[in-house]
């Protein structure tokens, strides 16, 4: 940043090259980050999905599902049996236009209100019976939870919803 700075407040002693490479730097980094939320995230979360071995009438919860990236690739590969619950305290501070409203919308684009069920709820004190689903995921969500005691937490309530023999 520094050199950002000195670039700048100098750009009247140095050639052109070093604004023009700079901005081509910048450039191809942000192309790079648009790739990689476009595109990229979708390739990794079809590569997990495909290790889940999910059945039609598979019972699913994605902690912190956001605007449902994750829990509407999921929802595609079950059968009409088969539910995605979504958890997520719909915060935008956490992303950026989080609600479940918009998450809701998302899903009912896809056809796909049938095969998921949103909720509020806060991952560290989940609402649900033990041994309540054959899958637990989450994707973007943990790194949240600042605090190391809560995030064990979580990890232990994710353990204590899943049934025996389950994947999480």
Request: proline letters at 2%.
């Amino acid at each position: 940043m520094s050199l950002l700075w000195h670039a700048y407040v100098n750009r009247w002693n140095y050639p052109i090259g070093i604004e023009l490479t700079i901005g081509i730097i910048l450039l191809l980094g942000a192309l790079v980050f648009l790739r990689t939320t476009t595109r990229g995230k979708y390739k990794t979360f079809d590569e997990a999905i495909r290790h889940l071995n999910l059945k039609p009438d598979s019972q699913v919860l994605d902690l912190g599902c956001g605007r449902g990236a994750l829990l509407t690739r999921i929802a595609k590969q079950l059968g009409l049996a088969g539910k995605v619950t979504g958890l997520d305290l719909w915060l935008s501070r956490d992303q950026s236009h989080n609600k479940m409203a918009v998450t809701q919308k998302n899903v009912d684009d896809l056809g796909l209100t049938d095969r998921v069920n949103l909720v509020t709820g806060d991952m560290t004190k989940l609402n649900f019976p033990d041994a309540s689903f054959d899958v637990v995921t989450s994707s973007f969500a943990f790194h949240n939870i600042k605090n190391e005691q809560a995030r064990i937490n979580a990890v232990k309530e994710a353990i204590r919803v899943l049934k025996p023999g389950a994947i999480s």
